[in-house]
C-alpha cells in the first residue's frame, strides 16, 4: 500500500486484509510487552492541521507500539499559523526524512494533493480531511463490528448481510463517506437517516439507501447503528430548528434504545453529545462499542501504518 | 531446472519421530514443554512432533504458534509480509522449555526474530530449536538441537518443504533457483 | 510615414471563399486576387482560415494590483497569442476601476502594450461593494468610452441595486454585464453541487444559484427597458430561461466560456486546482446544453475568462485554492474543438461568436469589423488543421494556470494582425519595441 487515502480505493480483499493484519495487531497488545520492533528507523509525522486529540494520540500510540520515531507537528503555534503553505510544511517534512505523514487537515483533498504533488516522498495517510473522508476510522469501525459479530472468527471474513444505519449529519460527515465505501466492499448494506437538510440532495450510484425516519429504520432491525456527532452549529445555518426537535427525531434516546435487540450493535466515532445524538445510557449500554471503537482504533492504525512502511516501496 | 527429492514422505515421517525421541530424551520427559511452529510450515510441523512426544510420553504437550514477521530486520527489502496469527498455549511460556519448530533453517534471522518475538511474550526457562532441514550458510550464532537431515546446499539453490496439510503432497526437494540470486533464497519453503 | 503594405495571400475567408487580403495603413485596402506592390510584405496564407480579429469580453488583466498574475502587457501578448486584437479587462483590479481616471489609466497602459486594443469594462458598484454605484457616467463619457459594467467576481445581488443600474445605464447605451450568483446559496461552494461534489466532500454550488439570478435579471431588463449581459452562462436552465427571455423580446445577450465548452466536474476528482472555477465546471448535459445554446444563438458569444494565478494560489489544497483559468491561448482551439470539428456551427459563426458579436455588445467600434474593405485590419490567421498537445509554451502570459496543459487541441493560430501589425507571425510573437512603435504609428495616423 502506497497510500491511504480513501477507503473507495479499497477492493474487498484489500480491505479484509486490513482488517486481518488488525487482528493481528490486537493479538499483540495482549502480550507482556506490547511494543514491536517492526518499524524500528522509521519516522511517523502526525500533520495536524485541524486539533484533534483523539485521532491525533491514537495514531501516536499506533506507530509507537511498531516502535517508529513519531513526530507532532500541529499546526496550531506553527509556522502553518503564520501562512506557510501545505507545499512548504511538506517539503520541510521531506527534508526530515519522514516515511510517512499521517495528515488530519480542514480542506477535503489535502492529502490527495500531498500524495499526488511530488513535494513529498512518504505515504500519505488521511486522518480525516474537510467533509470528504476518514478512512481509518471506517477500519476500526468495520474491525469492531467484524469482532462483535464473528468473534475469534472474524479472520478473512466480510460483513456480507449486515444492515448498518448511520443516523445523522451525513452531509458533512467524512465518516459516514468512508464508511459507505468499505462497508460496501465488506457486503453489507448501509442505510443514510437523518434530517433532509442533512442528507446529500444526490447520491445517484452510492452503495446506499436513504431514510428521513429513525424509528422505521430502526423497526427493520438493523445489526448496526451508527451516530454521528451532530454540531450545534448547524442549527444556526438553518439545517434544523432545535437541538431539542432533533434530538427527538434523530437521537438515539432511552426509549429506541429499548427497543432495539439485544445483539444490535450501538456505535459512535465520538466525541458524543451525550444528550443530543445519544443519551446517555444507549452509549454506556452492553450493546455499545463506543470503548471497544477506541481500543481498535490502535490496532487498525498499526495496521495501516504496518502495511504502508514495512515492505518494499511501490510505485 | 531439475528438482532433486532428498526426503520422501516416509523419510520426514521418521525424521519427526526421531526429532520427538531426542526433545524427550534432552528434556528429560514432557513436563513444561512448549512447542512452538513458526508459519506457515514450522507449524504443521510443530503440531505432528507434539503429538508423537504426547503419544511418547503420555503427557499433553502444549503447542501453538509464533509468528515472527513483525520481528524481521529485512521488511523493507521484501514486498510486504501479511503477518500470520500467533496463538500461545494458555499456559503462556514462562519457566516452560520452548521448542522453536522451523521447516529449513538457513541464515538463522528467523530464529533471531522468533527469539525477540518470545521475549516480548513470555520468559520461558530455556529455548531449544528444531529444524526438519539444516541447508548451511548461517549468519549468525544459532545452532539447531533436534535436526531431521542435514543438507549441504549451494545458495543458488532453493530447498521446496511440501507438507501434506498444506500443499497436498509430502517432500523436500532441492532446485536450482531460476537466477541464482542468493538474496531472494528464502529461509522455509516456497510458498 | 505609412506602415508598409502588407500582404495576405490565399487565405480561407470565413465564409468559406479564398482571396488575398491587402492592409495599407492598419486598414484592409483590397480583398480578392491582388498583386503585391514592391516591398509589400507577403503573408503565405494558403490553407490557413482568416477571422477578423477575435474579441473577448471577458478578460482579468490583473493591472493594477496583481502584476504578480499579470500585467496589462503580459495579458495583451496572452491575447495576441491566442488570435486576439481587442480585449475587454474586467474591473476587479486592485484598485478596482470604478471611476473615470482608473479606467482611463487601463486604456492607457493598453495603448503602451500594442498587442491588442484594451477597451475597460467599469465597475457597477463601488469597490465591487454592491452598496451603492460607482461613477458609472463619468466612466462612460470618459477617454475609455466605457458601455460596458460588470462587478464581475460578485453577483450584483442586491435586487435594487441592480434595477437601478440597468436603469442609469440606458442614459448612454450602456449594459450591465452580471456574474450571476445569488451568494447566500453559494457560500463556501467548492464545486458544482452533486455527486462528485458530494463524494468529494467539496460544498456544492448548485445551478440554481445562477439560474435565479438569470431569471430575475431578465425580467429586471424586461421592466425597466435596458440591456443585460450575462457573463459565463454555466447550465442548462440558464440556457433554457435566456432562451425564453429572447423570445420575449428582453434585451438579453450571453457569454459562455471555452472552458465550459470542454471540461465537465468530474476533472475535480483529481483535486487538482487548475480545474477551480466560478461558477464551477458542471455536468456533461450543461455542456452539451451550453454547446446546442451557442450553436443556435441563444448564447451570442464565447468570452474567455482569463483568470491568471500565480503559482501559489494554485499549488494548494482544493478548497484553499483561488478559482480561475487563462484561457485567451486556448479560446480558439477549444471552439474549434467543441464546436467546429463538431459540425455545430462553422468558421462564420465563429467569428461571429469569436468577434463580432463581442464588439457590439461591448459597443466598441471598429473592433470585430468584417474581412472588407475599409474595415480596421484586425486579422487573425488559423492552421486549422494543424493539432497540439498544449503546452507551457503555449501559455504567453505571466500565468501557467491552464486546465488545458497536456492535452491535445486542434488548431494553431500562425498570425495575428492588430491594426494592420503583426503581433503574432509563424506562430510566435513579435518583439514588444517593434509592435508597440508600428501600432503607434498607425493610431498617429489614422
Redesign the interface.
Known amino acids: 500500500m502506497r497510500h491511504l487515502l480513501s477507503t473507495r480505493d479499497l477492493s474487498r480483499d484489500d480491505a479484509i486484509h486490513i482488517l486481518d493484519v488488525a487482528e493481528d495487531m490486537a493479538d499483540t497488545q495482549t502480550r507482556e510487552v506490547r511494543k514491536l520492533p517492526t518499524l524500528r528507523g522509521k519516522t511517523v509525522v502526525n500533520l495536524f492541521f485541524e486539533d484533534s486529540t483523539r485521532t491525533r494520540i491514537s495514531f501516536e500510540a499506533a506507530a509507537k507500539r511498531l516502535s517508529a520515531d513519531v513526530i507532532n507537528f500541529s499546526a496550531k503555534g506553527s509556522s502553518v499559523s503564520k501562512g506557510e503553505s501545505l507545499k512548504d510544511t511538506a517539503q520541510t517534512l521531506e527534508e526530515m526524512g519522514a516515511d510517512a505523514v499521517v495528515i488530519r487537515h480542514g480542506a477535503s483533498g489535502a492529502p490527495h494533493t500531498l500524495a499526488a504533488s511530488g513535494w513529498i516522498d512518504a505515504g500519505i495517510v488521511n486522518a480525516g480531511d474537510g467533509t470528504h473522508e476518514h478512512p481509518t476510522q471506517a477500519l476500526l469501525d468495520a474491525f469492531t463490528m467484524r469482532r462483535r459479530i464473528h468473534g475469534t472468527a472474524s479472520r478473512g471474513r466480510g460483513l456480507d448481510g449486515i444492515t448498518v444505519a448511520i443516523v445523522g449529519d451525513i452531509l458533512h460527515s467524512r465518516v459516514a463517506r468512508s464508511n459507505v465505501w468499505l462497508l460496501s466492499a465488506l457486503g453489507a448494506r448501509t442505510v443514510f437517516v437523518g434530517p433532509p437538510t442533512l442528507i446529500p440532495l444526490d447520491l445517484t450510484g452510492w452503495p446506499a439507501e436513504t431514510s428521513y425516519d429513525l424509528d422505521a429504520t430502526l423497526a427493520t432491525q438493523p445489526e448496526v447503528v451508527m451516530m454521528l456527532r451532530i454540531q450545534t452549529e448547524r442549527m444556526k445555518d438553518a439545517f434544523f430548528p432545535s437541538p431539542h426537535e432533533y434530538a427527538r427525531r434523530w437521537g438515539l434516546d432511552d426509549e429506541r434504545l429499548a427497543r432495539l435487540g439485544p445483539d444490535t450493535i450501538v456505535m459512535h466515532p465520538g466525541p458524543m453529545n451525550r444528550g443530543l445524538e445519544i443519551s446517555s445510557r444507549a452509549a454506556d449500554s452492553p450493546q455499545s462499542t463506543v470503548r471497544e471503537q477506541v481500543a481498535n482504533g490502535v490496532s487498525a492504525r498499526m495496521a495501516v501504518l504496518y502495511l504502508l512502511l514495512s515492505g518494499e516501496r511501490e510505485d | 531446472m531439475g528438482a532433486r527429492i532428498v526426503l520422501q514422505h516416509a523419510d520426514i515421517s521418521r525424521a519427526l519421530t526421531r526429532i520427538a525421541h531426542e526433545i524427550l530424551e534432552s528434556n528429560r520427559g514432557a513436563d513444561d514443554l512448549v512447542i512452538l511452529g513458526i508459519p506457515t510450515r514450522g507449524v504443521v510441523l510443530a503440531r505432528r512432533i507434539a503429538t508423537l512426544v504426547s503419544e511418547f510420553s503420555g503427557i499433553d504437550v502444549p503447542v501453538g504458534s509464533l509468528d515472527v514477521t513483525m520481528y524481521r530486520d529485512d521488511l523493507s527489502r521484501h514486498p510486504t509480509r501479511a503477518p500470520s496469527p500467533t496463538s500461545i498455549p494458555p499456559r503462556g511460556v514462562d519457566g516452560a522449555t520452548v521448542v522453536l519448530v522451523d521447516d529449513v533453517l538457513y541464515s538463522g534471522r528467523t530464529i533471531r526474530a522468533a527469539l525477540d518475538a518470545i521475549g516480548d511474550i513470555g520468559r520461558p526457562r530455556a529455548v531449544r530449536l528444531a529444524a526438519l532441514v539444516d541447508r548451511g550458510h548461517r549468519e549468525l550464532p544459532i545452532r539447531p538441537d533436534f535436526v531431521g537431515k542435514n543438507l549441504p546446499s549451494s545458495p543458488s539453490e532453493r530447498i521446496y518443504v511440501r507438507l501434506e496439510d498444506v500443499d497436498g503432497e509430502e517432500s523436500v526437494t532441492i532446485e536450482q533457483g531460476p537466477t541464482g540470486d542468493q538474496g531472494s533464497s528464502i529461509e522455509g519453503s516456497a510458498s | 510615414m505609412s506602415t508598409p503594405t502588407l500582404l495576405i495571400r490565399g487565405a480561407t475567408l470565413p465564409d468559406g471563399a479564398r482571396a488575398d487580403i491587402a492592409v495599407v495603413d492598419g486598414v484592409i485596402a483590397g480583398v480578392g486576387t491582388l498583386d503585391a506592390s514592391p516591398g509589400a510584405m507577403i503573408i503565405d496564407a494558403d490553407g490557413l482560415q482568416a477571422l477578423p480579429g477575435l474579441v473577448d469580453l471577458h478578460t482579468h488583466l490583473r493591472e493594477p494590483g496583481h502584476e504578480d498574475s499579470e500585467t496589462v502587457l503580459t495579458g495583451t501578448r496572452a491575447a495576441a497569442a491566442g488570435g486576439f486584437t481587442t480585449v475587454f479587462a474586467m474591473a476587479n483590479t486592485s484598485p478596482v476601476a470604478d471611476t473615470a481616471g482608473l479606467v482611463e489609466q487601463e486604456l492607457a497602459l493598453g495603448e503602451a502594450s500594442g498587442y491588442a486594443t484594451v477597451q475597460p469594462i467599469g465597475a457597477v458598484t463601488a469597490g465591487l461593494a454592491g452598496e451603492r454605484l460607482a461613477e458609472l457616467g463619468a466612466m462612460a463619457s470618459s477617454r475609455a468610452r466605457v458601455r460596458l459594467f460588470s462587478d464581475d467576481g460578485v453577483c450584483v445581488s442586491d435586487p435594487l441595486l441592480m434595477r437601478r443600474a440597468l436603469e442609469y445605464v440606458k442614459a448612454f447605451d450602456g449594459a450591465i454585464a452580471q456574474h450571476a450568483q445569488e451568494p447566500r446559496l453559494t457560500v463556501g461552494a ?1 464545486m458544482n ?3 462528485v461534489a ?6 456544492g454550488w448548485p445551478a440554481v444559484a445562477e439560474e435565479a439570478i438569470i431569471a430575475r435579471d431578465v425580467l429586471l431588463t424586461e421592466h425597466v427597458g435596458s440591456r443585460l449581459h450575462v457573463c459565463h452562462v454555466s447550465t442548462a436552465g440558464s440556457v433554457e430561461i435566456i432562451r425564453w427571455a429572447k423570445a420575449r423580446g428582453i434585451d438579453v445577450t450571453a457569454e459562455v466560456t471555452p472552458h465550459h465548452l470542454l471540461l465537465t466536474e468530474d476533472l475535480a476528482e ?4 487548475r480545474f477551480k472555477v466560478n461558477p464551477p465546471l458542471r455536468s456533461a448535459e450543461d455542456v452539451e446544453a451550453v454547446r446546442a445554446g451557442l450553436a443556435d444563438g441563444t448564447i451570442d458569444i464565447v468570452a474567455t475568462d482569463h483568470a491568471p494565478h500565480p503559482e ?1 494560489h494554485k ?6 485554492a483561488a478559482n480561475g483559468m487563462v484561457g485567451l491561448e486556448s479560446a480558439l482551439s477549444v471552439v474549434q474543438a467543441t464546436m467546429v470539428d463538431t459540425g455545430l456551427i462553422g468558421w462564420a459563426d465563429v467569428a461571429r461568436v469569436l468577434s463580432t458579436a463581442p464588439a457590439r455588445i461591448g459597443r466598441l467600434a471598429g473592433a470585430g469589423a468584417p474581412l472588407a474593405v475599409g474595415s480596421r485590419a484586425d486579422i487573425t490567421l488559423v492552421d486549422a488543421a494543424a493539432t497540439r498537445t498544449f503546452a507551457v509554451g503555449d501559455l504567453a502570459g505571466r500565468s501557467t494556470n491552464s486546465p488545458y496543459l497536456g492535452r491535445t487541441l486542434p488548431g494553431r493560430v500562425v498570425a495575428t494582425l492588430h491594426r494592420g501589425v503583426p503581433t503574432v507571425l509563424d506562430g510566435a510573437l513579435r518583439p514588444h519595441d517593434e509592435v508597440v512603435g508600428a501600432v503607434r504609428s498607425v493610431t498617429a495616423h489614422g
Do not use: H, I, V
Not at chain 3, 198 to 203: K, M, N, P, V
Not at chain 3, 315 to 320: I, S, V
Open positions: 467548492q453541487e452533486g455527486e458530494t463524494r468529494l466532500g467539496l460544498a483529481s483535486y487538482d486546482a501559489q499549488d494548494c489544497a482544493w478548497p484553499e
